[in-house]
């Protein structure tokens, strides 16, 4: 997985889903997780921040990935130079407070899987207006990378 969209109401388990991501990739010793996580609902990420951080973090990512791709055509993770997954919860809320953000997303979309530098977002909102680049809309929102949870789970927390 280079990137996953997860698209629901509140109540239909985004947040649960990339509980679960983080789970799957702590058990991977050549991986890392980092989180931009405004409800502070991610637990086992490696890094974490809330919305007020997520431009430094997703700067940071970038700044990997150009490190990364300019010493090999694709980089293979390891132990010492783990895989990156930055999970997003609420990307559509994030994108609508912080505009920049949605110029760090689109690179991340486009330059992330050469680095290993992986991305998993939840929103509620396809719409242009919440993502406000239609090219970083287009790179999530497509059948082999967006997942809809139309339904409430009970028990499951968004």
Partial sequence: MHKLLLVGPTGSG???RLQH???AHAADPAATTWAIDPHAELVGADRRTDFDGAAQMLADALALIDERTGRSEEH???AAEPRVLILIDDADDLMAR???TCGQLH???TTGRRAAVHTALTAQSTTL???RLAELRDHYLNPATAEHLPRRHSG???
């Fill in 76 to 78: 293979i993770p390891t």
């Fill in 98 to 100: 912080h505009e920049p």
């Fill in 14 to 16: 985004k947040t649960h």
């Fill in 156 to 158: 499951d927390e968004d």
């Fill in 107 to 109: 690179r991340l979309a």
């Fill in 21 to 23: 991501l983080a789970a």
């Fill in 129 to 131: 207006q919440a993502w």
